[in-house]
């Protein structure tokens, strides 16, 4: 625990004043709380790690939030984390994953994404459990998208949400920026190979290994090339545009972002 925390504990602890009710139910975990209430702090975790800590005022904006205030029992479980300074080992835990998954994240992921990329690994790990218990059920990996496609090649429609996001992205970067550094596509396949996507290395290999550029892809280009040349004319750089939208929509779609930027350039 960090100065800060301390400082959160001992402030704590003068407002409450009964401190040892917050003990009253000792297995409590995050499981136990309310849905909104879990990933309310589930939030808080992946934000604290993106960050690399957490400050007495983000603590604070914790217990406030509108999904604690209305469950006393996660008010409790956060009293026994700060207040108490109980290790608690669902949090434990919950921090440990997120700590790994964000170290095999590419470099600028929030905390939405780092969720995301938990969940994601989670339904891989039941996925594979399952089909180890029942083979028949091996469809299961599959319904991830990330198996190779062997009657066709893939298209961006095929993969999955993360993957298609993140290759998304790269697409429009290399046309809004002009360009992007070639160890940003090694970053992209290592991430794709680090999460087993064999489906996405496949998409990825078409204008890469195979210098033929999907259909799709080029759809996608040539509609962020029309954004790009809307934007030169107004003397706007794409490429700081085009950076400042990316870090403020973390998990729009790409289209999405198309569109925001194009309500930037009517609005000038």
Request: aromatic share 6%; net charge negative; with cysteine.
């Amino acid at each position: 625990m960090n100065d800060s925390e301390h400082e959160l504990r001992d402030d704590a602890a003068t407002r409450h004043d009964q401190p040892e009710d917050a003990t009253d139910v000792p297995g409590l975990g995050i499981d136990d709380l309310a849905l909104a209430a879990a990933d309310r702090i589930r939030r808080f975790m992946a934000e604290s790690t993106v960050r690399g800590g957490a400050s007495p005022a983000d603590v604070a904006d914790l217990y406030t939030s509108q999904e604690i205030v209305d469950d006393d029992e996660a008010t409790a479980y956060l009293d026994r984390r700060f207040v108490h300074g109980e290790v608690l080992s669902d949090w434990r835990e919950i921090q440990d994953r997120l700590s790994a998954v964000y170290l095999d994240s590419l470099p600028g992921t929030t905390a939405e994404s780092l969720l995301a990329n938990l969940d994601l690994l989670d339904a891989r790990q039941n996925a594979a459990r399952s089909i180890f218990d029942d083979p028949d059920e091996d469809e299961l990996v599959d319904d991830l998208g990330t198996n190779r496609i062997d009657d066709r090649d893939p298209l961006l429609s095929d993969l999955s949400l993360l993957s298609r996001r993140a290759i998304e992205r790269y697409i429009l970067s290399d046309v809004l920026c002009y360009g992007v550094a070639p160890y940003r596509a090694m970053e992209l396949r290592e991430h794709l190979l680090s999460d087993g996507d064999d489906r996405a290395l496949q998409y990825l290999d078409l204008p890469f290994e195979l210098g033929d550029r999907p259909a799709d892809w080029d759809q996608l280009r040539d509609r962020a090339l029309m954004t790009r040349a809307r934007l030169e004319r107004l003397g706007v750089d794409p490429g700081n545009a085009y950076t400042q939208v990316d870090a403020t929509n973390p998990t729009a779609e790409a289209s999405e972002l198309l569109i925001i930027l194009d309500e930037q350039d009517q609005r000038r």
